[in-house]
C-alpha cells in the first residue's frame, strides 16, 4: 500500500471533527497512525477521539501501545503521565497500575508506587491470584530500602511462594540493616522469624535464646524452645514471677510437642475453664479428660455440635440437663453461638433447652430462646415454626404475631409463596394499617405472578373482596379512637407531637412478651359472590376501612391492644397502590363494585381528603425531626428521620444526620450504615460528599475495618484531591 499524504489526511480529519463527524474523522486518525505507527502525537489524539466516542477499550489500546515505547525509550514521565490517562479510563488496568508503579519508584516518588502495587496486589488477592500478589509484594519489598515493614512482607512473601531460603537470606539481611540503625529489638525479631523458617539453624536459635532470657521476655524465649522439658522449666520461672497467663501459655506449647501426654491436657483444661476460656479449653477436651466436671462437659457438647456430630452433642446436653435442668440457659448459648456457622445444629441445641424451659411452665423463656436463634438465622423456617408453635400453645399472641411476620418473609426467602400468602394475609387482616403487612403481602402476590398485585390488595383494602369478615359484635364505644394529623399537630406552634411509645404490657402477660398493636378480632371470610354480598354488609357500629381511610377529617384510626395506643395511617399504607390501573387481562372477570367503589376512594385521594403525598409526609417528618432535636428528644428526632429518610429527595441530608446522632451516641455501626445509605443517595454539593465520605472512613477504621476504611479514603482522594488528612489516613491504612 502507498503511503499516505500525511497532511492532507489531518486536514481532511480536522474538518470533518469541526463539522461534528467525529466516526468519520477517527477513520481518517487511524490511517495516518497505521501508517506511521510511532506518529505518537496523532496517535494520542486518536485515542482521545475514541474517548470522546465512547470507544474506552479502543482508546486504552492506543494510550498503552504510546506509554509502552515511550517508557522503553526511557521517556519515563512522558510515559507515566499517559498510564495514569489509562487509570482514569480503566481504574483496574493491571498492566498500567505495574508499569506505573515501576517508573513511579524510578523517579523517587515511592509512596505512589506503593499505592499502585498495593493496588495490584489487592486485585489479585480479590481474584484468588495468591501467588501473582505474592510477587506484589515482593515487589513492594525493594522498592523502598529504608522501608523495613515493606521488605518483612516481601519476606513473608517469599515464604507463600516456597522460597523458604530467600525468605531466611532476606531476613538475615534485614536484621543486620536494623542492627546497624541501632534497633537491636527490631533485629532480634527480624532473626526469630528466620530461626522459626529454619528450626535447624542452631546458631540463630542460640542467639535468640540468650537474647530472651537475659531480658526475661519469656515469650520470645519460649518460641526458642525446642523440648517440652524447656517449655515446663519456663513456665515455671514465670510462676514464680507471678506471670501466670504466660506460664499457662507455655504449657500449651509443651502440649503441643507432646500431644499424647493427658495429664498435660487435663491440667490445660481445667486451667482455662477456671479462667473462663472455653475456646481455649476445648483444645485439650475429649468426654474422658472431661471427665464429671459439667462446666468440661458442656464445653465438649458444643464441640461436637460444631464439628457436625449433632446426636453425640445433644446426648452429652441431655445428660447434663437431666442432672441440673438450669442449665439451659447454657445450652441456649451454645445454639446461638453455633447460629450461623451451623444453622441445623444450632436449632437442634436451642430446641433442646425450650423443652426444658416449656416441661417447666415458662413458655416465655421457650419463646425467647427461639427469637433469639431466628435473630441469627433469619431465614430458617423449622425454628420460625417451631417458634409460633410455643407462642399458640403459651398464649404469647404479641411475640406470635411478630414471628409469624419473621415466618412470612422467610417463606418468601425460599419461595413458599403458598404459606407465605397464608401468613401474610393473617397480618393485613389483623393491621392493614401496617405498611409492613401490605408490602409483605404484595411480595407473596409477586411470587405467585399475581398479574396485577396492587388492584388484588386494593379490592382486598376497599372491603369489596375482604381478607376477613369484621366482627360486628363490637360496640360503637370500642372503635378505635381518631387522632389528630400530622398536619394537625405541625399546625401548632412550639407543640411537636410526643413520640409513640407503647404503654406497659398487662401483669398477667409475661414478662418478655411485650403484645403489640393489632386490629379488633376479626373472622375468617368465606368466598362470597355479587349476588349474597348484602349478608356481608357491616352494620353501623362496624369497623370499615374505607371509612377508617375517607371518614371526617380523613383523621387515621388508632389501634388498640389492651391498654396499647398506636397512631395509623392508612393513607399513607395505600399511597403506594394509588397508580392508575393496568389495562385489564384478557380473559380476566370485571369487578365493576370493586371499580366503582376503589373510584371513589381515589377520587377523595387525590382530592387531598383523608391523605398528605408521601413527599409532604416526608418533609413534614424532616421538619419534625429538626423541632425535636432543638427539644432535646433525640430518641423521637431519630424515628422521625428515618421515617423522612424514605424520599429520595430527603434520602442525603437524613440520612446522614441519622449517622451523626448515632455517631454522637457511640453507636458506630450504626453510623456506618447510615453513612453508607447516605453515600448511595446524591448529595446537594460536592463539598457535603467530601465531609460525608470522610466521616464515613473515619467511622471504618474505628471499629477495625481496615480495607474498607482505605477504600472509601482513595475514593476521596481521587474526588477531592488533597482533602484534610486523607493522605496520611491512606498512608496509615495500606500500612496496617
Known amino acids: 500500500m502507498p503511503p499516505i499524504d500525511r497532511t492532507a489526511t489531518l486536514r481532511a480529519a480536522e474538518k470533518l471533527l469541526r463539522q461534528g463527524k467525529l466516526q468519520p474523522a477517527i477513520e481518517e486518525y487511524l490511517r495516518v497512525v497505521e501508517d506511521q505507527p510511532r506518529d505518537w502525537n496523532t496517535a494520542n489524539m486518536l485515542g482521545d477521539l475514541y474517548v470522546r466516542a465512547g470507544q474506552?477499550?479502543?482508546?486504552?489500546?492506543?494510550?498503552?501501545?504510546?506509554?509502552?515505547?515511550?517508557?522503553?525509550?526511557?521517556?519515563?514521565?512522558?510515559?507515566g503521565a499517559l498510564y495514569k490517562k489509562i487509570l482514569k479510563l480503566k481504574p483496574d488496568h493491571e498492566h498500567a497500575l505495574v508499569q506505573g508503579g515501576e517508573i513511579a519508584a524510578s523517579q523517587g516518588l515511592l509512596a505512589d508506587a506503593r499505592a499502585l502495587f498495593n493496588t495490584v496486589a489487592e486485585r489479585r488477592r480479590s481474584r484468588g491470584d495468591a501467588r501473582g500478589a505474592a510477587q506484589i509484594r515482593i515487589r513492594l519489598g525493594s522498592v523502598d530500602p529504608a522501608d523495613f515493614d515493606g521488605r518483612m512482607a516481601a519476606a513473608s512473601a517469599r515464604v507463600e511462594l516456597g522460597d523458604i531460603a530467600g525468605a531466611v537470606r532476606d531476613l538475615k539481611e534485614i536484621a543486620a540493616d536494623l542492627a546497624g540503625e541501632g534497633r537491636q529489638a527490631d533485629a532480634v525479631e527480624a532473626l526469630r522469624e528466620a530461626a522459626q523458617l529454619d528450626p535447624l539453624d542452631e546458631e540463630i536459635r542460640a542467639r535468640l535464646l540468650d537474647v530472651y532470657v537475659a531480658a526475661e521476655d519469656f515469650a520470645r524465649a519460649g518460641e526458642c524452645a525446642t523440648t517440652v522439658a524447656q517449655f515446663k522449666m519456663l513456665s515455671a520461672a514465670l510462676e514464680q514471677r507471678g506471670r501466670s497467663a504466660e506460664a499457662l501459655e507455655m504449657l500449651r506449647d509443651a502440649a503441643r510437642l507432646d500431644p499424647h501426654d493427658d495429664d498435660l491436657k487435663a491440667h490445660l483444661a481445667r486451667a482455662f475453664v477456671a479462667r473462663g476460656d472455653m475456646v481455649a479449653a476445648a483444645e485439650y477436651l475429649t468426654v474422658e479428660t472431661a471427665g464429671n466436671d459439667p462446666a468440661l462437659l458442656m464445653t465438649v457438647a458444643e464441640i461436637r455440635l460444631r464439628s457436625g456430630s449433632v446426636t453425640d452433642g445433644l446426648a452429652i446436653a441431655r445428660r447434663l440437663l437431666e442432672g441440673d435442668p438450669s442449665r439451659r440457659d447454657q445450652v441456649a448459648l451454645i445454639g446461638w453461638n453455633i447460629a450461623e456457622q451451623a444453622p441445623e445444629a444450632g436449632f437442634a441445641a436451642v430446641?433442646?433447652?425450650?423443652?426444658?424451659?416449656?416441661?417447666?411452665?415458662?413458655?416465655?423463656?421457650?419463646?425467647?430462646?427461639?427469637?433469639?436463634?431466628?435473630?441469627r438465622v433469619s431465614t430458617h423456617v423449622p425454628?420460625?415454626?417451631?417458634?409460633?408453635?410455643?407462642?399458640?400453645?403459651?398464649?404469647?399472641e404479641a411475640t406470635m404475631y411478630s414471628a409469624q411476620a419473621q415466618l412470612a418473609d422467610a417463606y418468601i426467602a425460599v419461595g413458599s409463596a403458598a404459606e407465605a400468602r397464608v401468613i401474610a394475609e393473617d397480618l393485613v387482616a389483623r393491621e392493614p394499617w401496617e405498611r409492613a403487612n401490605i408490602e409483605r403481602f404484595r411480595r407473596t402476590l409477586v411470587l405467585m405472578n399475581e398479574p396485577d398485585p396492587d388492584a388484588l390488595i386494593a379490592e382486598r383494602l376497599s372491603g369489596e373482596s375482604p381478607f376477613m369478615s369484621t366482627d360486628v359484635s363490637l360496640n360503637a364505644d370500642e372503635l378505635p379512637?381518631?387522632?389528630?394529623?400530622?398536619?394537625a399537630r405541625d399546625a401548632v406552634p412550639d407543640a411537636p407531637p410526643p413520640p409513640i411509645r407503647p404503654d406497659p404490657a398487662p401483669s398477667s402477660a409475661p414478662a418478655p412478651d411485650v403484645p403489640r398493636a393489632k386490629a379488633p378480632r376479626a373472622k375468617a371470610s368465606v368466598p362470597r359472590s355479587k349476588k349474597d354480598a348484602s349478608q356481608f354488609a357491616l352494620s353501623a357500629n362496624a369497623i370499615d376501612i374505607g371509612n377508617m381511610l375517607l371518614g371526617s377529617e380523613a383523621t387515621p384510626p388508632t389501634a388498640h391492644s389492651g391498654n396499647q395506643s398506636v397512631e395509623v395511617d392508612l393513607s399513607i399504607v395505600l399511597d403506594d397502590i394509588n397508580r392508575p390501573s393496568a389495562p385489564p387481562i384478557s380473559g380476566a372477570p370485571a369487578s365493576p363494585g370493586a371499580a366503582s367503589d376503589l373510584d371513589g376512594v381515589f377520587t377523595k385521594l387525590r382530592d387531598g381528603t383523608g391523605r398528605r403525598s408521601a413527599a409532604d409526609v416526608a418533609e413534614g417528618d424532616y421538619r419534625r425531626a429538626s423541632v425535636l432535636r432543638e427539644a432535646g428528644d433525640i430518641d423521637g428526632c431519630m424515628v422521625a428521620l428515618e421515617a423522612a429518610s424514605r424520599a429520595p429527595r430527603l434520602r442525603f441530608a437524613a440520612a446522614s444526620g441519622l449517622a451523626r446522632l448515632h455517631v454522637e451516641r457511640g453507636q458506630t455501626a450504626q453510623a456506618i450504615e447510615w453513612f453508607e445509605r447516605a453515600a448511595q443517595a446524591p448529595a446537594p454539593t460536592s463539598d457535603e460528599s467530601h465531609q460525608l465520605l470522610y466521616e464515613l472512613a473515619v467511622a471504618l477504621e474505628s471499629v477495625g475495618e481496615v480495607e474498607r476504611s482505605l477504600a472509601v479514603s482513595l475514593e476521596l482522594q481521587a474526588d477531592a484531591g488533597a482533602y484534610r488528612d486523607v493522605a496520611a489516613r491512606i498512608d496509615r491504612l495500606a500500612k496496617a
Open 56 to 79: 474506552v477499550d479502543k482508546a486504552v489500546e492506543q494510550f498503552t501501545r504510546i506509554a509502552d515505547s515511550l517508557s522503553g525509550e526511557g521517556f519515563l514521565p512522558k510515559a
Open 351 to 375: 430446641e433442646l433447652a425450650s423443652e426444658v424451659s416449656i416441661a417447666q411452665g415458662d413458655w416465655a423463656s421457650a419463646a425467647a430462646a427461639l427469637q433469639e436463634f431466628v435473630t
Open 383 to 396: 425454628a420460625l415454626m417451631r417458634l409460633v408453635e410455643i407462642c399458640v400453645d403459651g398464649g404469647l
Open 481 to 487: 379512637p381518631f387522632v389528630p394529623t400530622t398536619a
